[in-house]
């Protein structure tokens, strides 16, 4: 599997202005956010506040080049709020956070626009003339090369989540942001896209931060799974099974048991 890193913190700004989907301006800011990381996401003692109310206190976390990691937590703990720092859509923070300057994001809504067509919904944001090949080989990698033409609301939900798969995808990140990207699909279209997800990153090779609430779908897909609470990581395992990873393996049965019980789930 290639990495694809390390990068040069040369390397070109990256092409795109859209804040759901990708990175935005290159550099380091004065509030600590930077995006010329050697990793693809270094973070120390990041605390952010809504007024009186700390979300996260403290935190710190390293991702590794190409290391898929899911984020655990319970509702309201602050994994969409980081998600939102990593992607320097939220620079209201105090603590260093460096990132990948290429990075890109996809949410739990595809957030498509309707009144474009999905192939310039794939590019929207990159620079220069619009390349229309360059949409069309991420919407086929997706599976969704009979799907360029259309207008989104033509779309099913999980046509609608591959195509907001390709719009992060064709910014080849070194850092792709998943907050809860299968959890409005049917329970078998999200078994499909899981498993395109996972197809996706073994070709890429792109670290992987992946917001999930189902520990399943964490320990199937990821190298490494976290759970945060207080503010903070409170727990930090690998996640070591042979891949295809079976479920029903007792030390998979066993690692779900131990997540939970670290959700509070017994
Ligand atoms: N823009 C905001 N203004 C005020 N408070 C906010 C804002 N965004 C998030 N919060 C608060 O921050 C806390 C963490 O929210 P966040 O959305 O990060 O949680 P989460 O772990 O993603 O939850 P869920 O699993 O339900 O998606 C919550 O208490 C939330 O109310
Ligand atoms: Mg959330």
């Given at each position: 599997m290639a990495t694809g890193f390390p990068r040069s913190v040369t390397e070109s700004a990256p092409e795109t202005a859209n804040p759901d989907t990708a990175a935005p301006a290159a550099g380091p800011a004065d509030d600590g956010t930077a995006s010329t990381a050697a990793l693809p996401a270094t973070v120390r003692g990041l605390t952010k506040s809504f007024g009186d109310n700390t979300v996260i206190d403290g935190l710190d976390l390293d991702?590794?080049?190409g290391q898929f990691v899911a984020l655990l937590g319970p509702s309201g703990c602050g994994k969409s709020t980081l998600l939102r720092i990593l992607a320097d859509l939220d620079r209201e923070i105090t603590g260093e956070v460096q990132v990948a300057q290429r990075r890109a994001v996809a949410f739990q809504a595809p957030r498509l626009l309707p009144w474009k067509r999905v192939w310039r919904n794939v590019i929207?944001?990159?620079r220069g003339k619009p390349n229309r090949a360059r949409a069309v080989a991420a919407l086929e990698e997706v599976g969704l090369g009979h799907r360029v033409d259309v207008w989104p609301k033509v779309l099913s939900g999980g046509e609608a989540q591959r195509a907001s798969l390709a719009r992060a995808l064709?910014?080849?990140?070194?850092?792709?942001?998943?907050d809860e990207p299968f959890s409005a699909l049917d329970a078998l279209t999200r078994l499909k896209v899981q498993a395109l997800v996972g197809e996706l990153w073994q070709r890429h090779g792109c670290a992987i931060l992946l917001v999930t609430h189902d520990v399943e779908e964490a320990l199937l897909l990821a190298d490494r799974v976290l759970v945060?609470?207080?503010g903070g990581i409170v727990h930090d395992q690998l996640v070591e099974h042979p891949r295809p990873r079976d479920v029903s393996a007792p030390a998979f049965v066993a690692q779900r048991a131990e997540l939970l019980s670290w959700l509070g789930v017994h």
């Open positions: 991702i590794q080049p929207l944001g990159l064709v910014r080849e990140p070194d850092l792709l942001l998943l945060m609470n207080d």
